[in-house]
């Protein structure tokens, strides 16, 4: 079973941040935060990763919280290309990846 | 372009029949993953190849089978199809064990 929380649905406006929640309550110490999102059924697409400190990358930014219960992917000037199936998953380093319900993030023109 | 190649993109066939599906993994990725996304359902995890062996198993049905070959591809064989194994077959590779997932854009099976 999927060990995070992700709300359902979320819309933004073209050009603003999107900033997607994440909730891991029982996330362990070993376990890493992944976000991977899927446009319409293409193949889902890899993000970010982190695990205890903030990441940043040409996609997105990885803000996870000191106690590391929760975690935001912040996509900086979203686009109506990042409409799509966003994925939260936590993840031991060698441990297989399984996925959730996710959000869908509607960008709006 | 992730560079996980899945063969055939398109598959059409009759309930009772068997398939196969083809992943080949990115250059020297060790890891291969196949999921099941039914329609508007979530990506369920079947199961994960690792050198050749077996690593990890969901929910994988006793009519499906995959393996990973010495030359590191895989293939998903699925047996006496029901219209309910309709769904897109999606293919991941990855270095090792550890680390970020690149999926194939899918296999889309229909069973008639």
């Known amino acids: 079973d999927a060990k995070t929380t992700q709300p359902p649905s979320m819309d933004c406006a073209e050009g603003r941040a999107a900033n997607l929640p994440c909730n891991h309550s029982?996330?362990?110490?070993?376990?890493?935060v992944y976000w991977y999102r899927q446009i319409h059924s293409q193949g889902p697409q890899y993000i970010i990763h982190?695990?205890?400190n903030n990441e940043t990358n040409e996609m997105a930014s990885l803000i996870i919280t000191e106690d590391r219960k929760s975690s935001t992917l912040i996509l900086p000037h979203a686009t109506l290309r990042d409409t799509a199936v966003y994925y939260c998953?936590?993840?031991?380093?060698?441990?297989?990846?399984?996925f959730g319900k996710g959000t869908r993030l509607h960008i709006l023109p | 372009d992730s560079g996980v190649t899945q063969t055939p993109k398109h598959l059409i066939t009759a309930t009772g029949q068997r398939v196969t599906l083809r992943c080949s993994p990115r250059?020297?990725?060790?890891?291969v993953y196949w999921y099941q996304q039914s329609l508007d359902q979530g990506l369920q995890f079947l199961i994960q190849y690792y050198n050749g062996e077996e690593r990890a198993k969901g929910n994988i049905l006793e009519r499906f089978s995959a393996q990973q070959f010495p030359d590191l591809h895989s293939e998903l064989n699925l047996s006496s199809l029901e219209l309910g194994d309709s769904a897109l077959y999606f293919c991941?590779?990855?270095?090792?064990?550890?680390?970020?997932?690149?999926f194939g854009q899918g296999t889309r099976l229909t069973v008639v």
């Open positions: 250059s020297g990725d060790l890891s």
């Open positions: 029982t996330i362990s110490g070993n376990e890493y």
């Open positions: 998953i936590v993840r031991v380093g060698d441990d297989k990846i399984i």
């Open positions: 991941a590779s990855s270095p090792s064990l550890r680390g970020r997932a690149f």
């Open positions: 982190g695990l205890k």
